[in-house]
C-alpha cells in the first residue's frame, strides 16, 4: 500500500510519455497496460481517441482498471488550432461544437473531469473582448457537461500557459485564469496548476496555488525548458525530471508539494469534485533519444521521494 492514496491518486499523462498516441491515434490499446498493471497509479489522462472501436476498447480496459480518468480536449485544441473566443464567428462555433462532442466522450468514460485551454494570445487591446467570449463559452460547455451527466458530474477544468515564452495562449498569469474562473462562476469548473508552467510564468508554487484559490481542483508536477531559448525543448515540452536543461527538479516538486499542503488542496479538491483529487505527473521522453519506460520510472521516482520528504 502506497502512503498517498488515502488523499490522492497519482496519475500520469498517458498520451506524453507515449508521443505516438498524442493525436488520438497510434498504440493506445498496447501501451494503456503499462499504467493500468501499476497499482501505483490511481489516475490517468488521455488523449481524445479518433477511432471509436479503439476508443470502446480503451473504455472497457479502463472501466477494468478502476483508475480516475482524465479526459483532454486540450489536446485537440492546440493541435487542430480550434478558437474558443475566437473573434471569428465560424471558427468559435466551430470550436464549440467540437468541444461539446469531446465532453460527451469524456461522459461515456465515465471521467472525472475534461481539460481545455483558451486560443492564442491577441493583441493586447483585444485581450478583453477575447477573454469576455471565451467565459461565455466556458459557460455553455460547462452548462452542456452538468445536463449531460448522469452518473457522476464531469468537471471542466482549465489550465493556463504562458503568454510570450512558447504556448503564447491567451490566459497566461494565475491571477486573470481566477479572475476568468470567477466570471465563468459555474460549480463544475475549476482550474489546474501545473508546476511545469510556473517558471515559464514567472511565478512560484505558492503565489500560484494561493492565487488560483478556491478554483483549484487539479494539479500537475512536471519540467520546462526556460533558460536555454536555443533548445528545442524551450518552453513546454515536459522534459524528464533531472534533465540538464530542465528547471524542475527533485527540490522543486518537494516545495510544490508542501504548498499544496499549505492551500489544503487534499481536502478542498476531494470536497468540491465529490471525489478523491488527483496529482498527474506530465512527463515526455525526447524524440529518438529517450525511453518512454524510464521516463515514466523518473516521472515515480521523483515524485515518490519528494512525497517522503513532505510527509516524513
Request: hydrophobic share 40%.
Amino acid at each position: 500500500m502506497n502512503s498517498w492514496s488515502h488523499l490522492m491518486d497519482f496519475g500520469v499523462i498517458h498520451p506524453l510519455i507515449y508521443l505516438e498516441c498524442r493525436g488520438g491515434e497510434g498504440p493506445i490499446l498496447e501501451t494503456l497496460p503499462t499504467i493500468i498493471n501499476d497499482s501505483d497509479f490511481g489516475a490517468i489522462e488521455i488523449a481524445p481517441i479518433k477511432n471509436p472501436e479503439v476508443r470502446q476498447k480503451a473504455k472497457a480496459l479502463l472501466a477494468q482498471s478502476q483508475l480516475q480518468v482524465v479526459y483532454l480536449p486540450i489536446l485537440p485544441v492546440l493541435l487542430e488550432k480550434l478558437e474558443p473566443g475566437s473573434a471569428d464567428v465560424d471558427a468559435r462555433r466551430i470550436a464549440v461544437a467540437r468541444l461539446k462532442g469531446l465532453i460527451d466522450e469524456a461522459i461515456d468514460f465515465g471521467c472525472v473531469m475534461a481539460m481545455v485551454q483558451g486560443p492564442l494570445d491577441t493583441a493586447p487591446d483585444q485581450r478583453e473582448a477575447t477573454t469576455e467570449r471565451l467565459i461565455q463559452d466556458l459557460q455553455e460547455l460547462c452548462d452542456y457537461a452538468a445536463a449531460r451527466s448522469t452518473k457522476k458530474q464531469l468537471f471542466i477544468t482549465f489550465e493556463n500557459f504562458d503568454r510570450d515564452i512558447e504556448k503564447k495562449r491567451l490566459i497566461g498569469p494565475t491571477a486573470e485564469a481566477a479572475k476568468m474562473a470567477d466570471a465563468v462562476g459555474r460549480p463544475n469548473f475549476g482550474l489546474t496548476i501545473d508546476l511545469s508552467h510556473l517558471p515559464l510564468l514567472n511565478e512560484t508554487p505558492a503565489h500560484a496555488l494561493q492565487t488560483a484559490g478556491r478554483h483549484l481542483i487539479h494539479a500537475h508536477i512536471g519540467n520546462c525548458v526556460i533558460d536555454h531559448p536555443a533548445s528545442a525543448l524551450y518552453g513546454d515540452f515536459h522534459p524528464r525530471f533531472g534533465h540538464p536543461l530542465g528547471r524542475n527538479d527533485l527540490p522543486e516538486v518537494v516545495d510544490y508539494l508542501q504548498q499544496l499542503d499549505n492551500v489544503q488542496y487534499w481536502t478542498k479538491a476531494r470536497s468540491r469534485l465529490g471525489s478523491t483529487p488527483i496529482l498527474s505527473m506530465e512527463l515526455r521522453p525526447v524524440p529518438n533519444e529517450e525511453n518512454p519506460q524510464a521516463v515514466l520510472a523518473n516521472g515515480k521516482r521523483t515524485f515518490i521521494r519528494a512525497w517522503a520528504q513532505v510527509k516524513a
